[in-house]
């Protein structure tokens, strides 16, 4: 087993489980074919042969210190890092020196190929600047405000924030939920981004707001930035002391969010425009407080702002709403999820996945894939028609398996290995010719196993594929050196007894009923079962050996609860495949107890106290528990099990303890954003201040001269 095996099997799991909990925007699609694929993504990020740093950054990853957004910067850096390296100091030498990316940036940073004065002409400095909108400037400071996304680029030139990026910039997506303000501090670049509680230097690192800033404030208030002083550091004085005009154009202006604010200036007003500002405001709102009309106002804004919707305002009006707006329909109780509301639901990506099965019919299915991806897996049999599968095997190949064998032509089987060349394991001998073979090795060369003996040479050929390269050769044994036509039934039996995958390399002997069923017992991947031959005995005792999807290869009028409590005992990935008048508590339970992430795939309905609880012990999120069963001993195991993630903000206000509190600052410092002020005292604010300097922002003023 290789290295790169060995990181595979240990983190691939616990990566998909950390990135389904803390990714909620367009990145989280990564995850949709799986642990395997997200794995791979990651190990695109470290270019080295060998991959000699993916290890470390996956452990930045699971540690919460790499946002997934910010992968696209780890190639380069690498790349830099390497071909710094031997100028560097001896102890800087080693990756695993550095905590997180800023500070390998800031090593290697003075190696990189600096922009040269004359790039950055007179024209361009002055578009930037007409862009923009420029709220301070003398000898020392200066503050703007970027309006494009050239300006944001420009401003941003030499430092390594997303909002600069030639390519994937992120600065829409910012701008959005509020105003990103650029200082330049005696010519060093600062970025801050109220809504998202962000101050960054040029590395694109935590700087503390109040050290560099702090000595600027009065000459910004004089400036008429009083509201947003208030916005960078809120807690220097009470809220009455700086003037309603400047708490205003805080929350209103410049996106301070509510949790800023102590709980009892959080009045309906103020609430209110911080709502409108940004709908992820209403999880800040006092519970008295989130009316009907306030939430409405809310997810009218952002339909994700449903999670945090109480579940007893989640109405059939509100949830349509907030569909509309771009909600998940996994935050849609289950007894509201009729026809009209899914069809609206899978106008947007990845949604079908928690449309009802009994709703997923002909139309609705189409609905869902117009322009998007072709997820087979999904859809029930019987509407898994000629076109459907003609644009899954377009985009992945290994979606072959979902195919109804009538439609295996050739020419589908085609489209399928030239996108997935190991699905060629699933095209009948007879069909692997030379043109059909050397697709499937051009899209991957280890195919070759899979193809006649007698033509590999030139299939290798054809494909510039070297078949005396070591993984090919490994491949080349038993069945696989046999003429198609001397694998018979007897021999593949005799083959299949000493442990052979007989699927791969023979599976038009499983035609054969007799022989099938013979070498079902033995064990057999079951989408290489011919359907007619996939009875409840050969699907129960095969199961285990598609522990990601085996469940799919079952037929609908065979499956039932034994079968599904199987499939979770081999691989809980596979609750969506449950059908839900199946997904009773005891295969949810059976799911929760190996990926607690898995939450969300439980009906509401069957979402009890035991299975949140043993949901929330493998790493599942407070928010995905009913209100009404977050007690005490829920939230305490909630944060106890939290890891990388902050459960405080999903834990009942009332629940808010010190003890708690105290426990998760320690733990995660940056929750303390999240612990009620009046709890926020000397111990526990210089504990999170220790380890994250850039948190004086969130310490009250009366405490601070203890820090």
Same mark, same amino acid.
């Given at each position: 087993?290789?290295?790169?095996?060995?990181?595979?099997?240990?983190?691939?799991?616990?990566?998909?489980?950390?990135?389904?909990?803390?990714?909620?925007?367009?990145?989280?699609?990564?995850?949709?074919?799986?642990?395997?694929?997200?794995?791979?993504?990651?190990?695109?990020?470290?270019?080295?042969?060998?991959?000699?740093?993916?290890?470390?950054?996956?452990?930045?990853?699971?540690?919460?210190?790499?946002?997934?957004?910010?992968?696209?910067?780890?190639?380069?850096?690498?790349?830099?890092?390497?071909?710094?390296?031997?100028?560097?100091?001896?102890?800087?030498?080693?990756?695993?020196?550095?905590?997180?990316?800023?500070?390998?940036?800031?090593?290697?940073?003075?190696?990189?190929?600096?922009?040269?004065?004359?790039?950055?002409?007179?024209?361009?400095?002055?578009?930037?600047?007409?862009?923009?909108?420029?709220?301070?400037?003398?000898?020392?400071?200066?503050?703007?405000?970027?309006?494009?996304?050239?300006?944001?680029?420009?401003?941003?030139?030499?430092?390594?924030?997303?909002?600069?990026?030639?390519?994937?910039?992120?600065?829409?997506?910012?701008?959005?939920?509020?105003?990103?303000?650029?200082?330049?501090?005696?010519?060093?670049?600062?970025?801050?981004?109220?809504?998202?509680?962000?101050?960054?230097?040029?590395?694109?690192?935590?700087?503390?707001?109040?050290?560099?800033?702090?000595?600027?404030?009065?000459?910004?208030?004089?400036?008429?930035?009083?509201?947003?002083?208030?916005?960078?550091?809120?807690?220097?004085?009470?809220?009455?002391?700086?003037?309603?005009?400047?708490?205003?154009?805080?929350?209103?202006?410049?996106?301070?969010?509510?949790?800023?604010?102590?709980?009892?200036?959080?009045?309906?007003?103020?609430?209110?425009?911080?709502?409108?500002?940004?709908?992820?405001?209403?999880?800040?709102?006092?519970?008295?407080?989130?009316?009907?009309?306030?939430?409405?106002?809310?997810?009218?804004?952002? @339909?994700?702002? $449903?999670?945090? !919707? *109480?579940? /007893?305002?989640? &109405?059939?009006? #509100? +949830? =349509?709403?907030?569909?509309? %707006?771009?909600?998940?329909?996994?935050?849609?109780?289950?007894?509201?999820?009729?026809?009209?509301?899914?069809?609206?639901?899978?106008?947007?990506?990845?949604?079908?996945?928690?449309?009802?099965?009994?709703?997923?019919?002909?139309?609705?299915?189409?609905?869902?894939?117009?322009?998007?991806?072709?997820?087979?897996?999904?859809?029930?049999?019987?509407?898994?028609?000629?076109?459907?599968?003609?644009?899954?095997?377009?985009?992945? @190949?290994?979606? $072959?398996?979902? !195919? *109804?064998? /009538?439609?295996? &032509?050739?020419? #589908? +089987? =085609?489209?399928?290995?030239? %996108?997935?060349?190991?699905?060629?394991?699933?095209?009948?001998?007879?069909?692997?010719?030379?043109?059909?073979?050397?697709?499937?090795?051009?899209?991957?060369?280890?195919?070759?196993?899979?193809?006649?003996?007698?033509?590999?040479?030139?299939?290798?050929?054809?494909?510039?594929?070297?078949?005396?390269?070591?993984?090919?050769?490994?491949?080349?044994?038993?069945?696989?050196?046999?003429?198609?036509?001397?694998?018979?039934?007897?021999?593949?039996?005799?083959?299949?007894?000493?442990? /052979?995958?007989?699927?791969?390399?023979?599976?038009?002997?499983?035609?054969?009923?007799?022989?099938?069923?013979?070498?079902?017992?033995?064990?057999?991947?079951?989408?290489?079962?011919?359907?007619?031959?996939?009875?409840?005995?050969?699907?129960?005792?095969?199961?285990?050996?598609?522990?990601?999807?085996?469940?799919?290869?079952?037929?609908?009028?065979?499956?039932?609860?034994?079968?599904?409590?199987?499939?979770?005992?081999?691989?809980?990935?596979?609750?969506?495949?449950?059908?839900?008048?199946?997904?009773?508590?005891?295969?949810?339970?059976?799911?929760?107890?190996?990926?607690?992430?898995?939450?969300?795939?439980?009906?509401?309905?069957?979402?009890?106290?035991?299975?949140?609880?043993?949901?929330?012990?493998?790493?599942?999120?407070?928010?995905?528990?009913?209100?009404?069963?977050?007690?005490?001993?829920?939230?305490?195991?909630?944060?106890?099990?939290?890891?990388?993630?902050?459960?405080?903000?999903?834990?009942?206000?009332?629940?808010?303890?010190?003890?708690?509190?105290?426990?998760?600052?320690?733990?995660?410092?940056?929750?303390?954003?999240?612990?009620?002020?009046?709890?926020?005292?000397?111990?526990?604010?210089?504990?999170?201040?220790?380890?994250?300097?850039?948190?004086?922002?969130?310490?009250?003023?009366?405490?601070?001269?203890?820090?």
């Amino acid at each position: 087993m290789t290295r790169l095996d060995h990181l595979r099997e240990a983190h691939a799991r616990p990566l998909l489980q950390a990135f389904l909990a803390r990714e909620h925007g367009p990145e989280r699609a990564w995850a949709d074919a799986g642990a395997e694929a997200l794995f791979a993504r990651f190990a695109e990020a470290d270019p080295t042969v060998g991959k000699p740093h993916l290890a470390w950054v996956l452990r930045l990853y699971l540690a919460g210190r790499l946002p997934a957004e910010d992968l696209y910067k780890v190639p380069e850096t690498l790349q830099l890092f390497r071909r710094a390296r031997r100028h560097l100091a001896p102890a800087a030498r080693q990756l695993d020196t550095y905590v997180d990316l800023p500070a390998l940036w800031r090593a290697v940073a003075p190696f990189a190929q600096v922009p040269s004065k004359r790039e950055r002409v007179a024209e361009e400095r002055e578009r930037a600047r007409a862009e923009s909108r420029m709220l301070h400037e003398d000898a020392e400071l200066l503050v703007a405000v970027p309006h494009t996304e050239f300006a944001a680029t420009w401003w941003g030139r030499g430092t390594r924030w997303c909002t600069a990026a030639e390519e994937h910039n992120a600065f829409a997506e910012y701008d959005r939920a509020g105003p990103l303000v650029v200082f330049i501090v005696r010519g060093a670049k600062f970025q801050f981004h109220a809504p998202t509680d962000s101050f960054h230097d040029d590395a694109d690192g935590a700087a503390d707001v109040l050290a560099v800033l702090g000595p600027f404030f009065s000459q910004l208030e004089a400036a008429g930035l009083a509201g947003l002083v208030f916005a960078l550091d809120p807690l220097a004085r009470p809220p009455e002391a700086v003037g309603e005009e400047a708490l205003r154009s805080a929350l209103a202006d410049w996106g301070l969010p509510l949790y800023g604010l102590p709980e009892p200036h959080r009045d309906a007003r103020r609430c209110q425009l911080a709502v409108e500002r940004s709908a992820a405001n209403l999880a800040h709102v006092p519970e008295p407080l989130r009316t009907q009309a306030l939430c409405l106002q809310a997810v009218r804004r952002d @339909g994700a702002a $449903l999670v945090h !919707v *109480p579940h /007893a305002l989640r &109405d059939r009006a #509100l +949830c =349509l709403a907030a569909l509309q %707006s771009g909600a998940s329909l996994k935050d849609v109780p289950d007894p509201l999820r009729d026809r009209a509301l899914c069809l609206e639901a899978v106008r947007r990506p990845r949604q079908l996945n928690d449309v009802p099965w009994t709703l997923r019919d002909a139309e609705l299915c189409h609905r869902a894939f117009e322009g998007q991806q072709v997820f087979l897996d999904q859809v029930p049999r019987a509407f898994r028609d000629r076109e459907l599968c003609q644009r899954a095997m377009a985009e992945d @190949g290994d979606l $072959l398996s979902f !195919v *109804p064998e /009538a439609f295996r &032509d050739r020419a #589908l +089987c =085609l489209s399928a290995v030239s %996108s997935q060349g190991i699905s060629l394991l699933l095209v009948p001998l007879a069909m692997r010719d030379l043109e059909l073979c050397t697709a499937a090795a051009r899209s991957e060369p280890l195919s070759l196993f899979l193809a006649p003996p007698e033509l590999r040479a030139e299939i290798a050929a054809a494909a510039g594929v070297d078949l005396n390269e070591a993984r090919v050769q490994a491949l080349l044994t038993g069945l696989a050196l046999v003429p198609f036509a001397e694998r018979t039934p007897e021999r593949c039996l005799r083959e299949a007894a000493r442990g /052979a995958s007989i699927a791969e390399v023979a599976p038009d002997v499983l035609r054969d009923r007799e022989t099938c069923l013979a070498i079902a017992a033995q064990g057999v991947l079951l989408d290489a079962v011919p359907e007619a031959f996939r009875t409840r005995e050969v699907c129960l005792r095969n199961l285990c050996t598609s522990p990601r999807y085996g469940l799919g290869y079952v037929p609908e009028d065979v499956l039932d609860v034994e079968l599904c409590l199987e499939a979770m005992r081999v691989g809980a990935e596979q609750l969506y495949l449950v059908p839900e008048p199946l997904r009773t508590e005891a295969v949810c339970l059976a799911a929760v107890k190996q990926w607690g992430f898995l939450l969300p795939q439980v009906p509401w309905a069957v979402r009890t106290r035991a299975v949140c609880l043993e949901a929330l012990r493998r790493g599942g999120a407070l928010e995905d528990v009913p209100e009404a069963l977050r007690d005490e001993e829920l939230c305490r195991v909630a944060v106890d099990e939290d890891g990388p993630l902050n459960a405080l903000p999903s834990v009942p206000f009332a629940l808010r303890t010190e003890a708690l509190c105290r426990e998760m600052v320690a733990r995660q410092p940056r929750a303390l954003a999240a612990v009620p002020h009046a709890l926020r005292d000397a111990a526990m604010c210089m504990a999170a201040v220790a380890q994250v300097p850039s948190l004086r922002r969130h310490v009250p003023a009366s405490v601070r001269p203890t820090l």
